[in-house]
């Protein structure tokens, strides 16, 4: 038995009686102290168990949903470790609905989970999610530019939304807003009716269909096809909404200012915003020049100029001593 399959055992014992002991495990079980340890310790990396003194165990096991909830509310805590964290808390996420949600009995009535696998099926289950939705849609994107040949489709889904008088909040990377068809299509959508605002970052691709439904990325199947997790449940899609408003709270309205990119010149009293802020916050974690330019929706190359940029008007030597320069400015203490 491996340590995830030891978890859920342990987990259904938590569920089914609030009084377990230890010893239930490693005396009537055969679990070596190692076992039952690393059983616990994933528990609690999940925060599916929390430490409770008055118990008999030391521990209480929450619902998942809770649970899904205290991760997320942890990382808005923590917004200045933000993208390095967000990738943690979606794994947790994944695991704790693929591995615990059956585990809890009494949600799977109300929960629905369908992974949709094929451009085709990905696309028939957005298309079938367009003709259902009543009251709003909520999206997220941070890939690159869409195709010039791939937007008019997506349009037309909108415009017949918005003209039963459906709601549509979107929020796209500004470095794709700024290319020009991608600009066009924008502002066309904008005419239409949807809010449409722009952000130098996004923690991943998401769709939410009134309060019932969501669509999130999954993990691409093993011949290579895209894949996505479509979520049925009001306790869940609410989370994911929570997320995206939290993003939307910080994202930049619409504007025809271009790229966005910020000037470095001329201001004695500058400190960074916008891109060059996220910059100095992946520098901070140690990103790879491929990895910084994928969060920005950029080039290498791109990203290459906006740490040298940085470095420059740091007076640093190297990006280590630019980051040191930042933290003691206190640019970074959000």
Not at 121 to 142: G, K
Not at 239 to 249: Q, T
Request: hydrophobic letters at 45%; charged letters at 25%.
């Amino acid at each position: 038995m491996d340590t995830r399959a030891r978890a859920q055992e342990l987990y259904r014992i938590a569920l089914d009686d609030a009084a377990w002991r230890p010893e239930l495990l490693t005396d009537e079980r055969g679990w070596s102290g190692t076992d039952f340890a690393a059983a616990l310790q994933l528990l609690s990396r999940l925060d599916l168990f929390v430490p409770a003194p008055e118990t008999r165990s030391g521990w209480t096991a929450l619902a998942p949903d809770t649970a899904l909830r205290n991760l997320l509310l942890e990382e808005e805590r923590h917004t200045g470790s933000l993208l390095a964290a967000v990738q943690q808390t979606r794994s947790a996420l994944a695991q704790v609905v693929a591995d615990f949600q059956p585990v809890h009995a009494r949600e799977l009535s109300s929960v629905h989970m369908e992974v949709v696998t094929g451009t085709a099926n990905v696309s028939a289950a957005l298309e079938d999610a367009s003709h259902r939705v009543e009251d709003e849609v909520l999206s997220l994107h941070p890939g690159r530019a869409l195709q010039a040949g791939m937007i008019e489709a997506g349009l037309e889904r909108d415009r017949l939304a918005l003209g039963r008088g459906v709601r549509i909040r979107t929020i796209h990377l500004g470095s794709a807003a700024a290319v020009p068809h991608m600009t066009a299509y924008l502002r066309r959508l904008t005419a239409a009716g949807a809010q449409v605002r722009t952000a130098h970052t996004l923690p991943l691709r998401l769709i939410v269909v009134d309060r019932s439904l969501a669509v999130v990325p999954a993990p691409v199947s093993a011949d290579g096809d895209i894949a996505a997790i479509v979520l049925r449940s009001e306790t869940l899609v609410e989370v994911l909404r929570g997320i995206f408003e939290h993003c939307w709270a910080g994202a930049n309205v619409l504007t025809d200012t271009g790229s966005g990119s910020e000037a470095l010149a001329g201001d004695a009293e500058w400190q960074p915003t916008g891109r060059h802020r996220e910059l100095l916050r992946m520098l901070s974690g140690g990103l790879t020049d491929e990895a910084m330019a994928r969060k920005l929706g950029v080039s290498e190359r791109t990203v290459r100029r906006l740490v040298s940029e940085l470095t420059e008007r740091l007076g640093a030597a190297s990006r280590f001593q630019a980051g040191v320069c930042a933290v003691r400015l206190g640019w970074l203490d959000d």
